[in-house]
């Protein structure tokens, strides 16, 4: 079974920066993307970044410019990196694996605070 684990999350000020980690373990031979997405309470959970094998990414508009996705070449763990940080980025931030084979497997979520 595929286990992600998310870290790197806590307290920031605006304009301060995170880099959020999730590291994979288990059996992730067919993996073709990995990706952060994010969830605050009454809202529908929604994509911050996403990388695919080849290197391509996608960013929410919200945080094209400030932030950046990358991972390890074996997707043994993937990496966003949040700069110049605004309140509203305020969230539950969550990891995602998607397979080949359509099967999608999520981390736990780590939250992320950032304050006026």
């Known amino acids: 079974q595929v286990r992600l684990v998310e870290s790197g999350g806590g307290l920031a000020q605006a304009g301060g920066s995170l880099r959020l980690s999730c590291t994979a373990s288990g059996r992730i031979v067919g993996a073709i993307a990995m990706g952060w997405y994010r969830q605050v309470p009454g809202k529908e959970r929604e994509l911050a970044a996403l990388i695919r094998t080849g290197g391509t990414t996608i960013y929410a508009d919200s945080v094209k410019g400030r932030f950046s996705i990358s991972r390890e070449r074996e997707w043994r763990s993937v990496y966003l990196q949040m700069n110049n940080l605004k309140p509203e980025d305020t969230a539950v931030y969550f990891c995602?694996?998607?397979?080949?084979?359509?099967?999608?497997?999520w981390g736990q979520g780590t939250q992320v605070t950032v304050s006026a």
């Open positions: 995602k694996m998607v397979f080949h084979t359509g099967a999608e497997f």
